[in-house]
């Protein structure tokens, strides 16, 4: 069972870098009936990246969206933008472990994939145990809260 609220819909965006595994993940969270806003980007062509990662970033900021997913080429550029938003805390994600280590100990709520860098079918696996991985807690709950620099 998911610890995040997913009667609310998942935020996810993306720029022409991530197009293709965002695609993916929309089919595997279709498969999984899963409720998710799409913020784009809609096709290949080249965007920039800030203007699908605010959205998502906003949308979880205001609690409108259980979680975020974004997706670039590095996903460097969707992370350090999403972490501007108060209250964020993006994960950059690569393997299995990672997303598992950003959701117990850091309480991550966006996932960061760099589409250029996962192999086929392990962004859907990250994003699977990203989304049912609680946050610990414990000793690591001092530490998120140092996070807010207001």
Not at 2 to 28: R, T, Y
Not at 100 to 116: S, T, Y
């Amino acid at each position: 069972m998911s610890p995040f609220n997913l009667q609310l819909p998942i935020a996810l965006g993306c720029d022409h870098a991530g197009f293709d595994c965002k695609e993916d993940l929309i089919s595997f969270l279709e498969g999984e009936g899963i409720v998710f806003k799409d913020f784009g980007c809609f096709t290949k062509d080249s965007v920039d990246y800030p203007d699908f990662a605010h959205p998502v970033a906003s949308a979880v900021e205001n609690g409108e969206a259980a979680f975020g997913i974004l997706l670039c080429g590095s996903a460097n550029g969707v992370a350090i933008t999403a972490n501007k938003h108060q209250g964020i805390r993006a994960a950059l994600c690569w393997d299995l472990e990672i997303a598992e280590l950003a959701r117990k100990h850091n309480d991550a709520n966006i996932i960061c994939i760099p589409a250029r860098f996962v192999r086929d079918g392990d962004a859907e696996k990250m994003l699977d145990i990203f989304m049912n991985t609680a946050f610990e807690g414990g000793r690591h709950q001092g530490r998120v809260e140092k996070i807010a620099c207001c």
